[in-house]
């Protein structure tokens, strides 16, 4: 879900000047040492070096091809995975983002099932973890300048970060033979076969894998953690801000969106075959660039493309029932999980209303019609929609005002993110054989993904926020010097430090709680009585309970749900 950072994009490198100067620094790196190799069980990769933020070499293997080029005839198809390679792959540099909307020659490509991986040692058996990146389905990559490695490697792990087809190329589904959907779930799927196969001869141990991802990447995560597809592929999961289940239903197909697809791209609408057909003449570009068109109100809703529940065509089935249904079908692989959410996520998109005056208008006048979009309601939406305005707006209309952006940007989170992390947290501690832990990230430092408009400061603990921690961020961020006097570098070594902790032992608290960099004493995972959670911010780490729950008691009243019968 990120189309700000696309815009980020846009504005850091929309001069070229910060790739040139990167370029340098790059090509220069270490020029005497020979380039590391890998000889794996698909290929031999030729790598390049990296350091950490703390100065450990990393081993860098980028852009590695995991499945064929999904182009042609393999457009709309499910991957085919990578199991050889003719020659020594030049694993030196990144490989492109998937189709998108993308500025000045940013790489892009639909030849982009590509990976990365990160080692300290690739002689040892280190705990590995797989980034399924954030995006909504529609954007963004996990390329090293926006998940650059250097602060997870400052643990000795292995780090790989994985793209999949986006969009209308992704999530193509007709709801017949034609395009059966689920193609970028598919790809993650071979990308996890890709780690199993390969993963020991980068020092990686397969045993001991933990899959984590981000918004659209959480929303994945679970949905391999009940997929037959992805049954023991991975050890360990973390989920961070995003859920497949919520007030939204999973639907069966989205041949409204392949219609509205066809339609922009002047293609026939008149049948499944039609409109695969045509589709496949135009190019990935066409295709990728005509993403903006394809929402209804700004860049709402914000889910738009999702996985699907596959009827049966004869091909092979990544998501067979509604999420719920499965968990209480056993079919959950259950593994140590860790559940979180930032304190404020989509508040931001209460000042994108309340800048735009035909937003603001059509909200203020409609609000009806816009909030079923914005907030992705089913049912009874008229109601709906009143009830949440009576609930987050004292029952007025939106105004330009401090009430608004308070009220409006918290039923944003809540819709997008909060009401679904709530629900699945729940969910999963009702029937998971395993430990669940749970998380608020409220720390706000000297980057957001949101500034405020007039002082262009952070202002919230914005959707993404974490990651600016956990990963670096180059493309959209300063870098995080070390220092014992900077709260931003404590952060990375606290998040860093409990993902090392969960990677190696599935718990997040450390071993040894006097280790330096690790702050809480005691994270307890939620129980069926206690719903604990550990805020994470500048000091108050104190386990509490009931994370806003006079606000999801409003969505449990509009989407009821026994959490034991998954009903
Ligand atoms: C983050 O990446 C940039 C670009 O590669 C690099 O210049 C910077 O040193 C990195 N930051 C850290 C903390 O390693
Ligand atoms: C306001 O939103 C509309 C609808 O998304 C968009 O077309 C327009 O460019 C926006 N205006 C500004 C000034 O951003
Ligand atoms: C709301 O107020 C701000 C600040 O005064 C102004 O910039 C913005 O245009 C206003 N929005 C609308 C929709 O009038
Ligand atoms: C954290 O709290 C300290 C002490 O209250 C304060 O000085 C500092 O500015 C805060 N840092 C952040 C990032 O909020
Ligand atoms: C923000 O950056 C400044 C300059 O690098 C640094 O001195 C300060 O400690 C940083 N603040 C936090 C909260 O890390």
Not at 278 to 295: H, Q, R, V, Y
Not at 468 to 480: A, D, E, Q, R, T
């Amino acid at each position: 879900m990120l189309l700000r950072t696309l815009l980020v994009i846009a504005v850091v490198c929309a001069g070229v000047e910060c790739r040139k100067d990167r370029k340098k620094h790059h090509g220069d790196h270490n020029p005497q040492t020979t380039s590391p190799l890998v000889r794996a069980e698909s290929g031999t990769f030729r790598g390049s070096w990296m350091e950490s933020r703390r100065g450990h070499k990393i081993q860098a293997y980028r852009g590695i091809r995991y499945a064929r080029a999904p182009v042609g005839e393999l457009r709309f198809q499910a991957p085919v995975l990578m199991t050889s390679y003719g020659a020594e792959v030049d694993a030196t540099k990144d490989g492109p983002a998937c189709p998108q909307p993308s500025i000045d020659g940013y790489p892009v490509d639909e030849d982009c099932l590509r990976l990365n991986v990160y080692t300290r040692d690739n002689k040892k058996r280190l705990p590995v973890v797989v980034f399924i990146h954030p995006g909504g389905f529609y954007s963004v990559s996990g390329r090293s300048d926006i998940f650059g490695p250097q602060h997870l490697l400052d643990k000795e792990v292995v780090l790989v970060t994985i793209n999949y087809r986006l969009g209308t190329l992704g999530f193509m589904s007709t709801g017949d033979k034609y395009a059966p959907g689920n193609n970028g779930l598919k790809d993650q799927v071979a990308a996890l076969k890709w780690v199993q196969r390969n993963i020991a001869a980068f020092g990686g141990d397969p045993n001991l894998v933990t899959l984590a991802g981000y918004s659209a990447g959480s929303f994945s995560v679970m949905l391999h953690m009940i997929s037959p597809m992805s049954k023991g592929l991975f050890h360990r999961a973390i989920s961070s801000s995003g859920s497949p289940i919520s007030q939204i239903p999973i639907p069966k197909h989205q041949r409204h969106l392949a219609v509205r697809q066809a339609k922009l791209l002047n293609c026939p609408t008149d049948s499944s075959k039609a409109i695969i057909d045509c589709l496949k003449t135009k190019s990935a570009k066409e295709i990728g660039d005509s993403l903006d068109n394809m929402f209804e109100f700004g860049y709402d809703p914000v889910l738009m493309w999702m996985p699907i529940e596959e009827e049966d065509f004869g091909q092979e089935r990544f998501l067979i029932r509604q999420p719920s249904e499965s968990v209480c079908n056993g079919e959950l692989h259950s593994v140590p999980y860790i559940i979180s959410q930032t304190k404020d996520e989509f508040f931001w998109k209460a000042y994108n209303v309340l800048q735009n005056e035909t937003l603001f208008t059509q909200m203020h006048d409609d609000w009806d019609r816009v909030a079923p979009i914005a907030f992705s309601l089913t049912g009874d939406t008229k109601t709906k929609s009143n009830r949440l305005k009576q609930a987050y707006l004292g029952g007025k209309n939106i105004a330009n005002d401090s009430a608004t952006i308070d009220g409006l940007g918290k039923v944003y989170s809540d819709a997008i993110i909060g009401f679904g992390v709530h629900r699945l947290a729940n969910l999963m501690v009702a029937h998971s054989t395993q430990p669940v832990w749970s998380y608020e990230f409220t720390y706000i430092g000297n980057s957001s993904h949101f500034v405020d408009p007039v002082t262009e400061k952070p202002v919230g603990a914005a959707h993404h926020d974490d990651l600016i921690y956990l990963f670096n961020v180059s493309l959209s961020f300063p870098s995080i010097p070390v220092s014992n006097y900077s709260g931003d570098s404590n952060m990375v070594d606290l998040m860093t430090g409990f993902w090392h902790n969960f990677m190696v032992h599935g718990n997040p608290n450390p071993l040894n709680p006097a280790l330096p960099g690790e702050f809480f004493k005691v994270w307890p995972p939620m129980t069926k009585e206690h719903s604990y959670y550990l805020p994470i911010g500048n000091k108050s780490r104190q386990v509490q309970e009931n994370l806003f729950a006079e606000r999801y008691r409003v969505w449990e009243e509009l989407y009821p749900m026994d959490y034991a019968k998954c009903r």
